[in-house]
């Protein structure tokens, strides 16, 4: 009876003082993925959002023949776009070409064609030509995010550690 006794007092006392914590380190380790994979991919939908911006903004001055009037279009529109994404995106790591079309449907392949890569994975751009009046016109730039979080970048981003963000603007130039 004495040892019946005992371990009915024993777990009376049991005490619980450490449960916060073994549940924390259950759980706190999901947490604390889950809360980097949302600013992960937070940061990189502003990134894209911010890529879009600068590469309609900059379209914008081949649009209207801004770019082609200033004597050097290429330094024109890249001045601009590296204007607007230089907060947080480095200048050196964009990639943007202009291409001419003839037709709207040809346009679209701008849309599915990535830039080419060179041997160590670069982005290479096929150049720059804003065109004249009237011409049907593809406007890529592109980037390669590179993820902040190894795992995330990792199941993301495969060996590369990024991921391939683009913006493509088509459009006809206008009359200038």
Do not use: H
């Not at 900059?58 to 590296?82: E, M, N, V």
């Not at 849309?111 to 096929?126: E, L, T």
Request: with cysteine; hydrophobic share 45%.
């Amino acid at each position: 009876m004495k040892l019946l006794d005992l371990i009915k007092r024993r777990l009376k006392t049991i005490d619980d003082r450490g449960a916060t914590a073994v549940e924390f380190a259950i759980v706190g380790g999901s947490f604390m993925v889950l809360l980097l994979a949302a600013f992960e991919f937070g940061f990189m939908l502003l990134i894209q959002s911010m890529l879009d911006n600068a590469a309609r903004d900059a379209a914008r001055l081949i649009l209207t023949g801004q770019a082609q009037t200033s004597g050097d279009p290429t330094s024109t529109f890249s001045t601009l776009l590296c204007n607007e994404v230089s907060t947080l995106i480095p200048c050196g790591s964009i990639v943007y070409q202009a291409q001419v079309f003839n037709n709207w449907s040809s346009a679209q392949t701008a849309v599915n064609n990535p830039p080419p890569r060179d041997k160590n994975g670069n982005m290479v751009s096929q150049g720059f030509n804003a065109g004249t009046q009237g011409q049907i016109m593809a406007v890529t730039v592109s980037y390669n995010y590179p993820f902040f979080t190894p795992w995330i970048g990792g199941l993301v981003g495969g060996a590369t550690n990024s991921a391939y963000l683009q913006s493509v603007v088509i459009f006809e130039n206008e009359p200038y």
